[in-house]
């Protein structure tokens, strides 16, 4: 598929030309964003793109870096700044098209004043709110000052919310207008007409990451009674296996004293160079070695094992940091006095 130039390109092309070009180490950085289906489609792209000016290379990277920047301008101070600055950069017509090509996700967000507000500020807006209303908006303020708010309210509001977030899916533009009014009365509202995504499981989980200990086990234990299936799927979320990383070397050396040898190196087959040096420096050289030799013997094995040895390794980071033996980096988790 050589081209001249990108004017007819769809996104698709344009994706798998920029892939091709950043070389496979990145492209398989970006992949590990994407759903499944788009790496289907971004694979079959590849596949089928033969030859490439180094003309389109340069042109679509650079549509790509503006894009980029625009993405930084908004989240830095809105659509005005951003506009304004690309101005300056790319003139009036080339601003408005890199504007325009900005997905939604990219606009915009609702509640963009309660972003900037402090969570103190907010909690007292909120506290007396319906769990509902309150879960839509620490769906969309950042995980930081949702989790201060969240540790805050009282304990037997705390997981009515959390499940609320975690259980909401698709809400009305009218409804979240209404919302903000109530918040901002003279504030016009931004919001994209599309019915816009919020909540879901990753958002409390992340959420859930940077509360405090006590708040978390709590907001765990309730659901496990009030919602198993949801607790579970939460739980499996909350520490992945690559987040061995947020221990420090005494955690490590702890959490492998429990580990079996075999299921430490099917784990490390599938892991990513970070994980695997941060585990080997802190084992014995001799036991160090033979774990390598050990996953090199094994050839290629299944993900579906590998899942399971990392899954065996992640309980056993939970169970010790259940009984306090050891502690998991979090972030946020001061409370808020009122």
């Known amino acids: 598929m050589a081209k001249s130039g990108d004017e007819a390109l769809s996104g698709l092309q344009k994706s798998a030309i920029l892939l091709i070009t950043l070389g496979p180490e990145r492209s398989a950085t970006i992949f590990k964003h994407l759903k499944e289906e788009e790496i289907e489609e971004l694979t079959l ?25 625009a993405q930084q301008y908004i989240a830095e101070g809105g659509i005005g700044y951003a506009k304004e600055l690309l101005e300056k950069a790319l003139g009036n017509e080339q601003a408005i098209e890199v504007i325009s090509k900005l997905t939604a996700s990219l606009q915009v967000k609702p509640f963009e004043f309660v972003r900037k507000a402090e969570a103190s500020q907010l909690l007292n807006f909120i506290q007396d709110e319906h769990p509902q209303t309150i879960a839509l908006i620490l769906s969309y303020v950042s995980s930081g000052q949702a989790a201060q708010i969240i540790s805050a309210l009282p304990q037997e509001r705390q997981a009515d919310v959390a499940k609320r977030v975690a259980l909401m899916d698709r809400t009305s533009p009218d409804v979240i207008k209404e919302v903000e009014k109530v918040l901002e009365g003279k504030l016009a509202s931004l919001v994209n007409q599309d019915y816009t995504i919020v909540g879901g499981v990753d958002q409390v989980v992340e959420i859930l990451n940077s509360v405090d200990r006590g708040t978390e086990k709590h907001i765990m234990e309730t659901l496990e009674i009030e919602e198993p299936e949801l607790a579970d799927e939460i739980r499996k979320k909350m520490f992945v296996f690559e987040d061995i990383l947020l221990l420090d070397d005494r955690a490590i050396q702890r959490v492998l004293r429990d580990v079996d040898n075999n299921d430490l190196g099917l784990a490390l087959k599938g892991s990513n160079e970070q994980v695997q ?8 050289k001799r036991l160090a070695t033979m774990i390598k030799e050990d996953m090199e013997f094994m050839g290629p094995v299944r993900m579906k094992d590998v899942e399971e040895a990392q899954q065996k390794i992640v309980n056993i980071i ?20 009122v």
């Open 45 to 69: 792209e590849i596949a089928n793109t033969r030859s490439i000016t180094p003309q389109l290379k340069e042109s679509v990277l650079e549509e790509f870096y503006q894009v980029c920047l």
């Open 277 to 284: 040096t941060a585990i080997f420096n802190n084992l014995s």
């Open 318 to 337: 939970r169970k010790l940091e259940d009984s306090g033996e050891i502690v998991i980096s979090r972030g946020g988790g001061d409370e808020i006095i």
